[in-house]
């Protein structure tokens, strides 16, 4: 199983170049080629996105050529049922893997990205004549796309747009509606939210972000590129966040003084909150890698906290806290907005053991907990065996600990989610716009 993409990543790019119009026909074939490892990695589950980005086939090439490759297999991916339905209308039977990654990512230029139909077909032409193995599928490339090129296929059908064994799960849990209507986020390209050090900056840069501060905080910014040129990057001021993402540390409302633990804290966005609120924050995860992005996002806003390298499960360490966050490792199929590939690398048994992690790790938070402490759990998952599940396993196997419940509009919490418990399910299309399925249950120890 890969590690979940980060809830709250302070990420460096979106998802598009500022302009994402295709690169000229000359430059394209190695920015296609580049696409095409991308492709096969994130499918392959070899890695997410966000780490098949240093790819050194990626990492060589020009700006504006990697910005298209990034935009090509996103929109790849965030059709790739529907594309995959178009093109078995036109395949007699499978042909070899790389072949059927260069149909997709040729799909996806014809009709997502608007390329003309001689660059999209020529260049995946191209991209099979390339190599040994797939040379013999030219002319089936050509004719396929060609064929479709004169019939465009619908690429947003609801039903087709998630893996058959995810609808039917949502389908299970939330019916059929709104299994449809969170099938239906796939397709959309989310804006880039920004969580503020400081909420009165965010009003103040709301214009220059070209953005607009949500209930909650959050601004939703209608930029693109890299981030990191943006107004109050440089300066520290904000942290790229999904909006549902910034809800948990919210729900916690530590106070100045406080003490805090976020139990899996990398990269980082939700350690920044706790910190930017005032507490005195020990950020911990397994992941010494990924704690030195806590470290460097630290560094970049101006914020402290104490980070230490363990596993939650067993960290030896006897202090207990005010307030603990468990942002727990999970199947993420609610981040598929961001990160479409986890749809197509999650597999039906992962449910069950990143279940199993999580009931450990609340054990631990839950004895860690002052008395009269507070304790949030969420996962970017939409899977009941990650959030409901946990929830009512935890309550009934913890005594003295009880449900805190939440209210419409806490911390930016949408009416949609709230449970009649108290409880956050917060759904995609929860939100105007969108948001990453997160799942949130607030705790109190008596
Ligand atoms: C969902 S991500 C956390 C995202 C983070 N809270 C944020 O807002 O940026 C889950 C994290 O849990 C960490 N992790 C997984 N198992 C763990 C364990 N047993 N103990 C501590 N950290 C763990 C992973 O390394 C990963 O960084």
């Known amino acids: 199983m890969r590690r979940r993409p980060d809830g709250g990543t ?44 240093s790819h050194p086939a990626l990492a060589a090439l020009p700006a504006r050529d990697r ?10 991916l965030r059709h790739l049922g529907p594309i995959d339905a178009a093109l078995q209308g ?16 040729g799909v996806a230029q014809l009709f997502l990205l608007q390329t003309p139909p001689h660059a999209a077909v020529g260049t995946s032409v191209d991209l099979v004549a390339r190599d040994r193995g797939s040379q ?24 087709l747009l998630a893996p058959g064994w995810l609808h039917a799960r949502w389908r299970a849990a939330f019916g059929a509606d709104e299994a449809r209507k969170i099938a239906a986020m796939i397709a959309q390209e989310p804006a880039t939210d920004l969580s503020f050090k400081d909420p009165a900056r965010a009003e103040a840069l709301a214009a220059e972000l070209e953005g607009q501060v949500l209930s909650g905080g959050t601004l939703r910014s209608a930029r693109r590129g890299d981030v990191a040129t943006w107004p109050g990057f440089a300066e520290g001021d904000w942290w790229v966040q999904d909006a549902s993402a910034a809800i948990p540390a919210r729900l916690l409302a530590v106070q100045a003084g406080e003490t805090a633990l976020d139990l899996c804290a990398a990269p980082g966005g939700k350690t920044l909150q706790l910190a930017a609120a005032g507490a005195a924050v020990t950020a911990l995860d397994r992941s010494a890698p990924r ?11 101006g914020l402290s906290a104490d980070t230490v390298a363990a596993d939650g499960a067993t960290w030896p360490d006897k202090r207990s806290f005010d307030a603990i966050l ?27 053991g990143l279940a199993a992690v999580q009931a450990k790790l609340l054990d631990a938070a839950a004895k860690r907990l002052k008395s009269g402490g507070r304790l949030v759990y969420c996962v970017c998952s939409l899977e009941p065996e990650e959030g409901e599940g946990q929830t009512a396993a ?23 989610g709230v449970r009649p418990d108290g409880t956050l399910r917060i759904l995609p299309h929860h939100l105007e716009g969108g948001t990453d399925g997160f799942y949130v249950a607030r705790f109190r120890k008596g």
């Open 10 to 53: 302070p990420r460096a790019v979106t998802d598009l170049p500022p302009s994402s119009a295709p690169p000229s026909d000359a430059a394209g074939l190695p920015a296609r080629a580049a696409a095409l490892d991308l492709l096969t990695a994130a499918l392959s589950g070899r890695a997410g996105m966000d780490e098949g980005l």
């Open 67 to 76: 910005a298209f490759a990034r935009a090509l297999v996103l929109a790849t």
């Open 90 to 105: 036109r395949l007699k039977k499978p042909p070899p893997d790389r072949v059927v990654q260069v149909l997709r990512l």
């Open 136 to 159: 013999m599928f030219k002319g089936l490339v050509n004719a396929v796309l060609r064929g479709l090129s004169r019939e465009p296929p619908a690429l947003d059908d609801p039903d």
């Open 291 to 301: 704690l030195k992005r806590v470290a460097e996002n630290l560094a970049r806003t």
């Open 326 to 352: 468990l942002d727990a490792p999970c199947s993420a199929t609610g981040t598929f907005r961001r990160h479409p590939d986890v749809l197509w690398a999650a597999k039906p048994s992962d449910v069950a």
């Open 394 to 416: 935890l309550l009934a196997r913890t005594a003295g600990l009880a449900l805190d419940p939440v209210a419409a509009g806490e911390g930016g919490a949408p009416a949609a």
